[in-house]
T-cell receptor, first 114, second 116 residues
Framework: KNQVEQSPQSLIILEGKNCTLQ??????????LRWYKQDTGRGPVSLTI?????NTKSNGRYTATLDADTKQSSLHITASQLSDSASYIC?????????????FGRGTQLTVWP | EADIYQTPRYLVIGTGKKITLECSQT?????MYWYQQDPGMELHLIHY???????EKGDLSSESTVSRIRTEHFPLTLESARPSHTSQYLC???????????????FGPGTRLTVL
């Protein structure tokens, strides 16, 4: 069964600190993996996308890594800001159909305190 | 920020009422989607469309229906709302380039529906 599991479920950190969010998936055949940021009451916004051959991708203070062999990904946030408070969702796409089926994790709820 | 809009943003309605959630995008994307999301849970695909006059059911069974008469518009309708329909509904769109494998889905802000 194709699944995406994220940890931790929630995380509280102080402003300026770094943190790392984890994503494990069983989706096969794998196409790509995205990290989305979803602010409360808003739709998800894409942060990074990685294909099978990419190990790391950065977007400002966000750095995503991918290990396709172990089917694991992480999202590292550097020097956190209050505006980073949001849910971070790992989304994996398969290449088994023209639909480009997306499998969503439940997200990690990050809270940054001043 | 993506040009995809949803109205209303919030809706509180009584049981048995008919409702339509609006979704429009100005990017000319051919593919559009509706997702349902409960608090702390993953998004579930309930409907999608490849283009005009195309509608398909997603993975999660839903009593809602959709229509795609125009490329930019993909409304979702509930004929008789029930408390079990209380949820957040997210609309998304993507562009077709011969394969959907790498195309990003752009999401609207969502509609928070509460059925009393």
């Amino acid at each position: 069964k194709n699944q995406v599991e994220q940890s931790p479920q929630s995380l509280i950190i102080l402003e300026g600190k770094n943190c790392t969010l984890q994503c494990n998936y069983t989706v096969s055949p794998f196409s790509n993996l995205r990290w989305y940021k979803q602010d409360t009451g808003r739709g998800p916004v894409s942060l990074t996308i990685m294909t099978f051959s990419e190990n790391t991708k950065s977007n400002g203070r966000y750095t995503a890594t991918l290990d396709a062999d172990t089917k694991q990904s992480s999202l590292h946030i550097t020097a956190s800001q209050l505006s980073d408070s949001a849910s971070y969702i790992c989304v994996v796409s398969d290449r088994g159909s023209t639909l480009g089926r997306l499998y969503f994790g439940r997200g990690t709820q990050l809270t940054v305190w001043p | 920020e993506a040009d995809i809009y949803q109205t209303p943003r919030y809706l509180v309605i009584g049981t048995g009422k008919k409702i339509t959630l609006e979704c429009s995008q100005t990017m000319g994307h051919d593919k559009m989607y509706w997702y349902q999301q409960d608090p702390g849970m993953e998004l579930h695909l309930i409907h999608y469309s490849y283009g005009v006059n195309s509608t398909e059911k997603g993975d999660l069974s839903s009593e809602s229906t959709v229509s795609r008469i125009r490329t930019e518009h993909f409304p979702l309708t509930l004929e008789s709302a029930r408390p079990s329909h209380t949820s957040q509904y997210l609309c998304a769109s993507s562009e077709f380039n011969g394969t959907y494998q790498y195309n990003e889905q752009f999401f609207g802000p969502g509609t928070r529906l509460t059925v009393l």
